[in-house]
């Protein structure tokens, strides 16, 4: 039997992604990712259950793409925290807000309800995708837990209640990036979530 070779699969889940990059998800069939692949429609079928979960994989993929620069925004917050700078703190809430905003403000065909509605179309990436988010926000309320104790932001409301609120909210990104004439931007959403977490507004 001949064996298939280690990196097929990330050759599939990128010719998958590429393909979603100008087509949605609706349209995409498992013949179209494996001649961009190209690889045969049987060696889909060895890497994955069905085209939901190809389609779904590749948008996980996507989803941590976008995600990167709020990740490294949070490791930056742990480090000012660990450094005692209560300004460079401040500094990357701002940024993570902005960079999350900014990464909801792309084509609608691709955009980010797209990319959670394609996750949640396969039981095991969806599994994959909440375990991320939960380990995320774990992360954030101890983050502002660090920072409540420090005195850094005021000990209400509640850390946990705080950013699920601020999460919650944010999925606002996935409409308001379009509604241009309400004047809502990245910017703008960071200064108003800095002054309901620390009771002061951003500078």
Do not use: K
Request: hydrophobic fraction near 45%.
């Amino acid at each position: 039997m001949t064996s298939i070779p280690s990196d097929t699969r990330e050759r599939i889940l990128r010719a998958a992604q590429d393909l979603l990059v100008a087509s949605p998800s609706s349209e995409i069939r498992v013949a179209d990712i494996a001649g961009h692949a190209h690889v045969g429609i049987p060696t889909i079928y060895y890497h994955f259950a069905s085209r939901e979960q190809v389609i779904a994989q590749a948008q996980l993929r996507t989803y941590g793409d976008l995600s990167r620069p709020m990740a490294a925004s949070v490791a930056r917050m742990d480090e000012a925290l660990t450094a005692g700078n209560a300004e460079g703190f401040r500094g990357e809430v701002l940024a993570n807000v902005v960079a999350t905003w900014e990464a909801g403000a792309f084509e609608e065909e691709v955009g980010v309800m797209r990319l959670l509605l394609d996750i949640w179309a396969d039981p095991t990436t969806r599994r994959e995708f909440r375990d991320t988010v939960d380990q995320r926000y774990r992360h954030w309320v101890r983050l502002m837990e660090q920072a409540q104790q420090m005195g850094w932001i005021p000990s209400a409301p509640h850390a946990a209640t705080g950013v699920a609120v601020f999460w919650a909210a944010s999925v606002g990104l996935a409409v308001l990036p379009h509604a241009t004439d309400v004047g809502v931007t990245p910017q703008r959403v960071a200064e108003l979530c800095w002054g309901l977490i620390s009771g002061s507004p951003a500078r």
